[in-house]
Protein backbone atom coordinates (compact mmCIF):
# COMPACT_ATOMS: atom_id res chain seq x y z
CA UNK A 1 0.00 0.00 0.00
CA UNK A 2 2.94 2.06 0.86
CA UNK A 3 4.32 1.67 -2.42
CA UNK A 4 1.68 2.21 -5.00
CA UNK A 5 0.80 5.77 -2.58
CA UNK A 6 4.47 6.50 -3.20
CA UNK A 7 4.01 5.37 -6.57
CA UNK A 8 0.67 7.90 -7.16
CA UNK A 9 2.24 10.70 -5.23
CA UNK A 10 0.06 10.79 -2.49
CA UNK A 11 0.19 11.24 1.15
CA UNK A 12 -1.26 8.76 3.51
CA UNK A 13 -2.67 10.31 6.59
CA UNK A 14 -3.68 8.25 9.79
CA UNK A 15 -6.87 9.64 11.48
CA UNK A 16 -9.57 8.02 14.20
CA UNK A 17 -13.07 8.37 14.66
CA UNK A 18 -12.40 9.39 17.91
CA UNK A 19 -14.67 12.72 19.17
CA UNK A 20 -13.98 13.12 22.86
CA UNK A 21 -16.82 14.62 23.61
CA UNK A 22 -18.93 12.79 22.05
CA UNK A 23 -17.45 10.32 24.18
CA UNK A 24 -17.91 11.76 27.40
CA UNK A 25 -21.28 12.37 26.43
CA UNK A 26 -21.86 8.42 26.03
CA UNK A 27 -20.48 7.30 29.04
CA UNK A 28 -22.10 9.99 30.77
CA UNK A 29 -25.70 8.31 29.14
CA UNK A 30 -24.53 5.07 29.67
CA UNK A 31 -24.05 5.64 33.60
CA UNK A 32 -27.77 7.16 33.61
CA UNK A 33 -28.85 4.05 31.96
CA UNK A 34 -27.46 1.90 34.31
CA UNK A 35 -28.05 3.61 37.40
CA UNK A 36 -31.80 3.18 36.25
CA UNK A 37 -31.53 -0.77 35.44
CA UNK A 38 -29.97 -1.21 38.63
CA UNK A 39 -33.07 0.25 41.02
CA UNK A 40 -35.23 -1.30 38.39
CA UNK A 41 -33.68 -5.18 38.83
CA UNK A 42 -33.33 -4.63 43.02
CA UNK A 43 -35.94 -7.06 43.24
CA UNK A 44 -35.21 -10.12 40.42
CA UNK A 45 -31.71 -9.17 38.64
CA UNK A 46 -32.61 -12.15 36.19
CA UNK A 47 -35.88 -10.04 34.72
CA UNK A 48 -32.80 -8.00 33.14
CA UNK A 49 -33.99 -8.54 29.57
CA UNK A 50 -37.86 -7.66 30.14
CA UNK A 51 -37.01 -4.07 31.76
CA UNK A 52 -34.10 -2.90 29.66
CA UNK A 53 -37.25 -1.36 27.15
CA UNK A 54 -38.73 0.02 30.03
CA UNK A 55 -35.60 1.34 30.96
CA UNK A 56 -34.33 3.06 27.82
CA UNK A 57 -38.22 4.59 28.09
CA UNK A 58 -37.36 5.77 31.44
CA UNK A 59 -34.20 7.76 30.03
CA UNK A 60 -35.40 8.58 27.22
CA UNK A 61 -38.52 10.53 28.03
CA UNK A 62 -36.79 12.37 31.43
CA UNK A 63 -35.99 15.27 32.09
CA UNK A 64 -32.05 16.24 31.86
CA UNK A 65 -31.10 18.91 34.86
CA UNK A 66 -28.26 20.45 32.99
CA UNK A 67 -30.38 21.02 29.83
CA UNK A 68 -33.89 21.18 31.25
CA UNK A 69 -35.47 19.17 28.61
CA UNK A 70 -36.27 15.67 27.41
CA UNK A 71 -34.91 13.48 24.33
CA UNK A 72 -38.42 12.60 24.00
CA UNK A 73 -40.04 13.28 20.72
CA UNK A 74 -43.44 13.61 22.30
CA UNK A 75 -41.31 15.67 25.35
CA UNK A 76 -40.40 19.03 26.28
CA UNK A 77 -37.87 18.93 23.10
CA UNK A 78 -40.18 18.99 20.60
CA UNK A 79 -42.13 22.34 21.74
CA UNK A 80 -38.80 23.72 22.49
CA UNK A 81 -38.01 23.60 18.88
CA UNK A 82 -41.55 24.23 17.74
CA UNK A 83 -40.80 27.26 19.68
CA UNK A 84 -37.84 28.12 18.17
CA UNK A 85 -38.65 27.76 14.62
CA UNK A 86 -41.98 29.60 15.29
CA UNK A 87 -39.74 32.79 16.64
CA UNK A 88 -38.61 32.96 12.96
CA UNK A 89 -41.74 32.31 11.20
CA UNK A 90 -43.35 35.47 9.32
CA UNK A 91 -46.47 35.31 8.18
CA UNK A 92 -46.90 36.98 4.96
CA UNK A 93 -49.80 38.72 4.00
CA UNK A 94 -50.08 41.08 0.99
CA UNK A 95 -52.58 43.76 -0.26
CA UNK A 96 -54.35 44.38 -3.18
CA UNK A 97 -52.78 45.84 -6.27
CA UNK A 98 -49.23 44.86 -4.57
CA UNK A 99 -46.71 43.22 -7.30
CA UNK A 100 -45.58 39.56 -6.11
CA UNK A 101 -43.53 36.96 -7.50
CA UNK A 102 -45.09 33.43 -7.29
CA UNK A 103 -43.26 30.10 -6.89
CA UNK A 104 -43.00 27.67 -9.38
CA UNK A 105 -45.58 24.71 -9.20
CA UNK A 106 -45.30 22.03 -8.62
CA UNK A 107 -42.03 22.42 -6.90
CA UNK A 108 -38.55 21.46 -8.66
CA UNK A 109 -40.33 21.39 -12.29
CA UNK A 110 -37.55 22.14 -15.04
CA UNK A 111 -38.48 24.07 -18.40
CA UNK A 112 -36.85 21.91 -20.60
CA UNK A 113 -33.11 22.69 -22.02
CA UNK A 114 -33.09 24.65 -19.06
CA UNK A 115 -32.72 21.49 -16.10
CA UNK A 116 -31.23 22.75 -13.14
CA UNK A 117 -31.43 26.60 -14.29
CA UNK A 118 -35.06 26.74 -14.72
CA UNK A 119 -36.56 29.61 -12.49
CA UNK A 120 -38.06 28.85 -9.55
CA UNK A 121 -40.20 32.11 -9.17
CA UNK A 122 -42.71 33.66 -11.55
CA UNK A 123 -44.23 36.90 -12.25
CA UNK A 124 -44.68 40.00 -11.40
CA UNK A 125 -47.96 39.32 -10.97
CA UNK A 126 -50.24 41.21 -8.94
CA UNK A 127 -52.39 41.17 -5.79
CA UNK A 128 -55.82 40.99 -7.37
CA UNK A 129 -58.17 40.00 -4.43
CA UNK A 130 -57.64 38.91 -0.78
CA UNK A 131 -59.62 36.20 -0.06
CA UNK A 132 -58.89 35.80 4.04
CA UNK A 133 -56.75 32.59 5.90
CA UNK A 134 -53.54 33.78 3.90
CA UNK A 135 -55.52 32.74 0.42
CA UNK A 136 -55.00 35.39 -2.96
CA UNK A 137 -55.95 35.81 -6.00
CA UNK A 138 -53.82 36.80 -8.41
CA UNK A 139 -53.59 38.60 -11.88
CA UNK A 140 -51.07 38.47 -14.50
CA UNK A 141 -49.60 41.82 -16.53
CA UNK A 142 -51.98 40.30 -19.30
CA UNK A 143 -54.96 41.37 -17.14
CA UNK A 144 -55.43 37.77 -16.84
CA UNK A 145 -57.24 36.87 -13.38
CA UNK A 146 -56.25 33.37 -11.99
CA UNK A 147 -58.95 31.25 -11.76
CA UNK A 148 -56.95 28.81 -8.38
CA UNK A 149 -56.55 30.75 -5.16
CA UNK A 150 -53.03 30.45 -4.11
CA UNK A 151 -51.24 30.37 -0.33
CA UNK A 152 -49.68 33.32 0.50
CA UNK A 153 -46.73 30.98 1.58
CA UNK A 154 -45.75 30.36 -2.24
CA UNK A 155 -45.86 34.43 -2.61
CA UNK A 156 -42.96 36.77 -2.31
CA UNK A 157 -42.89 40.58 -1.95
CA UNK A 158 -41.37 42.08 -5.64
CA UNK A 159 -38.35 44.33 -5.25
CA UNK A 160 -37.66 45.57 -8.63
CA UNK A 161 -33.83 45.84 -9.69
CA UNK A 162 -32.52 47.48 -12.71
CA UNK A 163 -33.04 44.46 -15.36
CA UNK A 164 -36.88 44.73 -13.84
CA UNK A 165 -37.80 48.41 -14.59
CA UNK A 166 -39.70 47.48 -18.11
CA UNK A 167 -42.17 44.87 -16.20
CA UNK A 168 -42.88 47.07 -13.33
CA UNK A 169 -43.20 49.72 -16.03
CA UNK A 170 -45.34 47.52 -17.61
CA UNK A 171 -47.69 46.65 -14.01
CA UNK A 172 -47.98 49.51 -12.98
CA UNK A 173 -49.05 50.80 -16.42
CA UNK A 174 -52.04 47.91 -16.03
CA UNK A 175 -52.90 48.95 -12.35
Given at each position: ?7 L ?16 Q ?8 I ?5 M ?17 A ?24 R ?10 F ?20 E ?37 K ?22
Open positions: MQDMAEGKIKLLQSTPYYAQANGTESSNKVINIIRKLEENPRQWHEKLSETLWYITSKREATGICNSAHGNRSSVVAAYNKRVRNKSEEREIVWKVVLPLRTHVAGYKWSPTWEGPLIINQVLGLEAYRLQDQDRDIHAEPIKGWLKKFYPTMWDSQAVQTVLESK
